[in-house]
């Protein structure tokens, strides 16, 4: 079993929908990463969690520390969401640990 | 500049050659990163420096060099490397290694290796 597990593995979602994708990890972390990967590209920090919440634009990152669970949410999903978003953890070793991330398309 | 540049995007390459992986950022952070990240699989450390010193090395063979000649620029030297090297090459940087810090990513180096 990963230490860090997204689902779900891949999203389809129509122009308009709200988005939601889930991660639980095992291990005691320090912060919590969520990124944004585009096919063939680099990869783009979306947020930095340690507790609560934030939001970015159409974007909001929850974490809950006792449930050792995340979730990021789109609002108004966008074609050009489409990408996938990986959960990675940063725990005791000082490392990312990365999810498996979750492949999203975003229909027009 | 919140940018991390690498160079080539691409690279083909046979496994006699020797090339190398350019990273750069001008954002004062003193931890960089090399990831290793095969297709549909999330990215794997290999090498971290703070402060310009290898502080991290992931058992990478010794194919993969890197080199850290200054606190903006950080080098990954390829030398006899095999067909499964070929993966996308990740930089990434930080302020500082430490786990509050959040790490900017460069667009990647996609190497094929023939």
Redesign the interface.
Known sequence: KNEVEQSPQNLTAQEGEFITINCSYSVGI??L?W?QQHP??????LF?L?SGKKKHGRLIATINIQEKHSSLHITASHPRDSAVY?C?V??AT???I????TLLAVQP | DTE?T?TPKHLVMGMTNKKSLKCEQHMGHRAMYWYKQKAK???E?MFVYSYEKLS?NESVPSRFSPECPNSSLLNLHLHALQPEDSA?Y?C?SSQV????E???????T?LSVL
């Open positions: 320090s912060a990463h990124l063939g590209g680099g990869i783009v920090s930095m340690s990986i990675a940063r725990g000082n490392k990312l990365f999810g498996t991330g | 991390v690498q699989k999330p990215p450390l991290i996308l990740l990434a290694n430490r786990v509050d959040k790490l900017f990513f460069g667009s990647g996609q």
